[in-house]
């Protein structure tokens, strides 16, 4: 098995399922140690099964939305490896609904965990990074991010804010050896924005969302590609 990351630490948000489980598999593939989040421990307890068998792997309950809680993450990450090389900003939600119809507790929790989590957990890791001597970092924003529709207010703000976000910081980053790339999925095949949601083949797959978190930490160091847009190459005709 190729070990190109060896040594490596990476912290996936949201691990536990979809586009974060793939980012983890593929991360552990190339001998990275894994450290993933998610909001419930069932969840968690069910992906460690699957990861388990790949490589150092660890999994704590988090919900990147509430400061408190990603501070405790971080000091399990200092504490276990002292050290964070990889973050990868996955955990996302989408709560979809005309914007008379958004209540404030959605639109909170939407910002909470779209936006501000990402802002929460790069300001624990800059300084971990920066005292091992630099570092990447991934988000997963969305075309959502760049192109708004009808009935996705909340989420569509919570993208766009984190493309803003993502720009600003890769620029003040890059000074400290901090690169910083997003990722702006089209239809990714998950679960996202609900269960029932179903499964098609035409969208494009969270392996290969993975794919493309590999090849940029794998860039060469004094190269980056600040923004990817990933569609499907064949989605129905409207
Ligand atoms: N699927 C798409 O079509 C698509 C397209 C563009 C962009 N994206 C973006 O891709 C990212 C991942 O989406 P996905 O499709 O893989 O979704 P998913 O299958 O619903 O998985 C979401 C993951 O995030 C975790 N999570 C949700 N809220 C969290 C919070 N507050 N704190 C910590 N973990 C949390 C979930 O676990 P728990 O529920 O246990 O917390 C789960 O592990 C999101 O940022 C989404 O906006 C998705």
Redesign the pocket.
Known sequence: MSSQLNERVALV?????????AVAKALLAEGASVVI????QE??DEALDELRPLGRVEGRV????RFAEVAELFQFMDETFGRIDFLIN?????RFAPIGEIDPATWDEVI???LS?VFYCCHQAIPLMKKGGGGFIIN?????GKHAFAGASAYCAS?FGLGGLSEAMMLDLRHDKIRVSTIM????D????GADRPAADW?IA?EHIAETVLHLLMMPERSLVSQVEMRPSRPPKK
């Open positions: 948000t949201g691990g536990s399922r979809g586009i974060g489980l989040c998610a909001r419930r969840s968690l988090c919900d990147v939305g996955n955990a996302g939600v989408g909470a965990t779209n989590g997963i924003g969305s075309l959502a993208k999925p089209g239809s990714v998950t679960k996202f924005g969208k969270p």
